[in-house]
């Protein structure tokens, strides 16, 4: 993410912790604004993208 400053990350998993953790050490990074977690299967994946456009 450092290195794109202009992407955006969408954290898709199931598990409800790791995307909390993926959270909070993006979050110590300073790059919580460009992290989107969604909870959601992998096969979901086209589905979350079209909802976050």
Do not use: N, W, Y
């Not at 409800?16 to 050490?25: C, M, N, Q, T």
């Not at 110590?28 to 979901?44: I, K, S, W, Y």
């Amino acid at each position: 993410m450092k290195a794109a400053p202009l992407a955006t990350v969408i954290g898709i998993d199931r598990d409800a912790e790791a995307l909390g953790k993926a959270s909070e050490r993006i979050a110590q990074e300073g790059l919580a604004d460009r992290f989107v977690p969604v909870h959601a299967a992998f096969d979901e994946f086209d589905q979350v993208l079209a909802e976050q456009g």
